[in-house]
């Protein structure tokens, strides 16, 4: 008996006449032939009668096994045509898969990534910029819905007065009595393009504010200032005073707004030239331009040094230099102060011009001091490097270090950073207390490492040192702490002030009521401190740290903290509402809207999840109300 031919395995699965793949069947069939056991077997009838069996069998298979299914995908698969009229007909799934066992596979179909949606086609999609980029103005849209569903419930109920109490439906007076929601509320409906609300806050600020700063009583020079004053400031530069920005036609010509200013302003000035030093009283009676100090004789060193970049930009525009003049004497005098590694205590004397007692913090009292350091060098621009007010700059600094240095720690077990207080001063104890106020710090941190500018376009200029790479990692490290401020707590918002686990410091049984958050631990929140007043700090930190380093997850933790506004602090008659516990499900209300919801909070959400050239960090600065003022006052 002969050989067979030396077939290689080329020759077998191939023909190659063609050079085509041949079919299973074809290559089993050939081999077989071809092969000396074929003439041995085929040469008996149990050989012929296993034979014909191995092949019904085969056939059998095929016609009746439903394969484990597999990446090989058919084309009625990928487009999703077909799948009912398979399911209707045995007898068409016969046909078919007959006709599959012949049919060669087709080829793998192109892998999509893992966050490819399908259409309403069944065809797959995989995200475009575009869709992203309409997904945030879908988002930004929430926000502005959620601006006119504030400000309609304050118009109904509570117009002219400063505060809405959106549960009991009425309107109080908590800051004077000048419809503080109404100016703070102005510019912001500028920015969102929101005429009818311009068009009535404007009429309103045209027809009563001026007769209101005449007669109303005594008010705080500090949140007079930010609130009203900053917002009055605002709305004139964006509705195109100045050359400002126009972005608004409704409402009064910018000069109403200009106007009404400087009668406010004219009447804050009593409180520096009524003090004994260059630090300013706290309290001034409107109706006839005189001042006192706040009971006790203090005043808080944050609010005398937060006054600066509202009256320097009075001046600016009204062309009356005695705005600034008296403002920036605040910030030489302390310029001259003993300090703590540029860290100050939270009072001073207006009659002594010192310092007064010894504790230190970046919460209230003693947080936006550190901010306008910053911010009022800032304002004066492109001759900042050499100015009158590089000395401020040059305190920022020095202050950075020692919050670095002096009040930044870490928690445990998962080493959350936060910054801390002293409240016997350097030589006491720390205290791993942080109050959401001190989360401004974040974004105020990642702007003085970049001047306003992404930190790409730093990088690029080599603009950044390594004390502002430092700075900007805290600020980054601060963020997430912050975001876990919230995502730790049972409704998903921050309480007002949170304590932390150190190896030094513990609590137990103060936890925020979120058992799946990784942080539970780490952050302690005592049932006095455990109400949220709608507070900004958080997202205007990531609305910058968003602008500066283009990390989408600063979006995604605005979005997370807005949805949770929406769903525990939204009154359905109009209006949201401050909470008295969030770790508590449901929560219950604190009957107030902040005007701050509406000044700071929803413009910085708006403006977070919108186009970044819209109110460019390196063309403005924002006072600590939210209300932007141009940088470079030089003529």
């Not at 007065?161 to 549960?167: A, R, T």
């Not at 306008?372 to 100015?387: A, E, F, H, I």
């Not at 600590?624 to 003529?635: D, G, M, R, S």
């Given at each position: 008996?002969?050989?067979?031919?030396?077939?290689?395995?080329?020759?077998?699965?191939?023909?190659?006449?063609?050079?085509?793949?041949?079919?299973?069947?074809?290559?089993?069939t050939?081999?077989?032939?071809?092969?000396?056991?074929?003439?041995?077997?085929?040469?008996?009838?149990?050989?012929?009668?296993?034979?014909?069996?191995?092949?019904?069998?085969?056939?059998?298979?095929?016609?009746?096994?439903?394969?484990?299914?597999s990446?090989?995908?058919?084309?009625?698969?990928?487009?999703?045509?077909?799948?009912?009229?398979?399911?209707?007909?045995?007898?068409?799934?016969?046909?078919?898969?007959?006709?599959?066992?012949?049919?060669?596979?087709?080829?793998?179909?192109?892998?999509?990534?893992?966050?490819?949606?399908?259409?309403?086609?069944?065809?797959?999609?995989?995200?475009?910029?575009?869709?992203?980029?309409?997904?945030?103005?879908?988002?930004?849209?929430?926000?502005?819905?959620?601006?006119?569903?504030?400000?309609?419930?304050?118009?109904k109920?509570?117009?002219?007065?400063?505060?809405?109490?959106?549960?009991?439906?009425?309107?109080?007076?908590?800051?004077?009595?000048?419809?503080?929601t109404?100016?703070?509320?102005?510019?912001?409906?500028?920015?969102?393009?929101?005429?009818?609300?311009?068009?009535?806050?404007?009429?309103?600020?045209?027809e009563?504010?001026?007769?209101?700063?005449?007669?109303?009583?005594?008010?705080?020079?500090?949140e007079?200032?930010?609130?009203?004053?900053?917002?009055?400031?605002?709305?004139?530069?964006?509705?195109g005073?100045?050359?400002?920005?126009?972005?608004?036609?409704?409402?009064?010509?910018?000069?109403?707004?200009?106007?009404?200013?400087?009668?406010?302003?004219?009447?804050?000035?009593?409180?520096?030239?009524?003090?004994?030093?260059?630090?300013?009283?706290?309290?001034?009676?409107?109706?006839?331009?005189?001042?006192?100090?706040?009971?006790?004789?203090?005043?808080s060193?944050?609010?005398?040094?937060?006054?600066?970049?509202?009256?320097?930009?009075?001046?600016?525009?009204?062309?009356?230099q005695?705005?600034?003049?008296?403002?920036?004497?605040?910030?030489?005098?302390?310029?001259?102060?003993?300090?703590?590694?540029?860290?100050?205590?939270?009072?001073?004397?207006?009659?002594?011009?010192?310092?007064?007692?010894?504790?230190?913090?970046?919460?209230?009292?003693?947080?936006?001091?550190?901010e306008?350091?910053?911010?009022?060098?800032?304002?004066?621009?492109?001759?900042?490097?050499?100015?009158s007010?590089?000395?401020?700059?040059?305190?920022?600094k020095?202050?950075?270090?020692?919050?670095?240095?002096?009040?930044?720690?870490?928690?445990?077990?998962?080493?959350?950073?936060?910054?801390?207080?002293?409240?016997?001063g350097?030589n006491?104890?720390?205290?791993?207390?942080?109050?959401?106020?001190?989360?401004?710090?974040?974004?105020?941190?990642?702007?003085?490492?970049?001047?306003?500018?992404?930190?790409?376009?730093?990088?690029?200029?080599?603009?950044?040192?390594?004390?502002?790479?430092?700075?900007?990692?805290?600020?980054?490290?601060?963020?997430?702490?912050?975001?876990?401020?919230?995502?730790?707590?049972?409704?998903?918002?921050?309480?007002?002030?949170?304590?932390?686990h150190?190896?030094?410091?513990?609590?137990?049984?103060?936890?925020?009521?979120?058992?799946s958050?990784?942080?539970?631990?780490?952050?302690?929140?005592?049932?006095?401190?455990?109400?949220?007043?709608?507070?900004?700090?958080?997202?205007?930190?990531?609305?910058?740290?968003?602008?500066?380093?283009?990390?989408?997850?600063?979006?995604?933790?605005?979005?997370?903290?807005?949805?949770?506004?929406?769903?525990?602090?939204?009154?359905?008659?109009?209006?949201?509402?401050?909470?008295?516990?969030?770790?508590?499900?449901?929560?219950?209300?604190?009957?107030?809207?902040?005007?701050?919801?509406?000044?700071?909070?929803?413009?910085?959400?708006?403006?977070?999840?919108?186009?970044?050239?819209?109110?460019?960090?390196?063309?403005?600065v924002?006072?600590?109300?939210?209300?932007?003022?141009?940088?470079?006052?030089?003529?």
């Open positions: 008996m002969s050989k067979s031919l030396p077939y290689s395995r080329k020759d077998v699965d191939y023909d190659n006449a063609k050079f085509r793949h041949r079919s299973f069947f074809k290559v089993i050939q081999t077989f032939l071809t092969s000396n056991r074929k003439r041995d077997c085929i040469s008996c009838s149990t050989g012929k009668f296993l034979f014909l069996i191995l092949i019904f069998g085969v056939v059998y298979v095929g016609l009746t096994h439903n394969p484990i299914p990446r090989v995908v058919s084309r009625d698969q990928v487009f999703g045509i077909g799948k009912n009229e398979e399911s209707n007909s045995s007898t068409n799934n016969g046909v078919e898969r007959l006709k599959k066992f012949w049919r060669r596979a087709p080829r793998l179909p192109p892998q999509l990534p893992p966050d490819t949606k399908r259409n309403s086609n069944g065809i797959d999609h995989v995200p475009t910029a575009l869709d992203v980029k309409a997904l945030w103005i879908a988002r930004q849209q929430k926000v502005k819905e959620a601006f006119t569903h504030a400000w309609s419930g304050y118009k109920y509570a117009m002219g007065y400063d505060e809405l109490m959106p549960v009991s439906q009425l309107g109080t007076d908590g800051l004077g009595g000048l419809g503080a109404v100016v703070d509320a102005l510019d912001t409906a500028m920015i969102m393009g929101i005429d009818e609300v311009v068009a009535e806050a404007g009429s309103w600020v045209e009563n504010l001026s007769e209101r700063i005449s007669k109303k009583g005594q008010v705080n020079l500090f007079t200032t930010i609130r009203v004053l900053g917002g009055l400031l605002s709305a004139y530069h964006l509705s005073g100045e050359k400002g920005m126009n972005v608004t036609h409704a409402g009064p010509k910018p000069a109403v707004y200009l106007e009404t200013a400087k009668n406010l302003g004219d009447r804050l000035l009593s409180a520096f030239t009524s003090s004994p030093t260059p630090i300013p009283f706290s309290d001034v009676i409107l109706h006839d331009s005189s001042s006192h100090p706040a009971p006790g004789g203090l005043s060193t944050s609010e005398v040094s937060t006054l600066q970049l509202e009256f320097n930009y009075l001046s600016y525009v009204s062309g009356d005695k705005y600034s003049l008296e403002a920036m004497k605040v910030m030489d005098h302390i310029k001259t102060l003993p300090k703590v590694e540029g860290l100050v205590p939270i009072y001073i004397s207006p009659h002594s011009g010192e310092f007064s007692g010894e504790n230190i913090r970046l919460g209230s009292r003693g947080d936006s001091y550190y306008y350091l910053l911010k009022v060098w800032l304002q004066s621009g492109t001759s900042r490097d050499n100015n007010t590089s000395y401020l700059y040059e305190m920022y020095e202050a950075m270090n020692g919050v670095r240095h002096r009040l930044v720690q870490k928690s445990v077990p998962n080493e959350l950073v936060f910054v801390g207080e002293l409240p016997s350097p006491g104890g720390f205290s791993p207390k942080m109050d959401h106020l001190v989360c401004f710090l974040s974004g105020t941190l990642a702007l003085g490492a970049t001047k306003g500018l992404t930190k790409k376009q730093a990088m690029e200029n080599n603009m950044l040192n390594f004390e502002d790479l430092e700075n900007l990692k805290l600020a980054e490290d601060l963020a997430k702490t912050c975001f876990e401020m919230y995502s730790v707590t049972s409704t998903g918002l921050a309480p007002e002030i949170a304590y932390f150190t190896q030094e410091f513990s609590e137990q049984g103060h936890e925020g009521g979120n058992k958050s990784e942080y539970i631990n780490d952050i302690i929140i005592r049932p006095a401190d455990r109400h949220n007043l709608l507070r900004p700090e958080t997202v205007e930190s990531l609305f910058v740290l968003y602008r500066i380093t283009e990390d989408l997850k600063y979006r995604e933790w605005g979005w997370e903290i807005f949805e949770a506004f929406e769903k525990y602090t939204k009154v359905d008659t109009g209006g949201y509402s401050s909470l008295d516990d969030v770790t508590t499900i449901p929560p219950p209300r604190r009957d107030k809207m902040e005007t701050f919801f509406l000044g700071e909070t929803l413009k910085y959400l708006y403006l977070l999840f919108g186009d970044s050239s819209h109110i460019p960090l390196d063309k403005f924002f006072n600590t109300e939210a209300h932007p003022i141009p940088i470079n006052l030089k003529k």
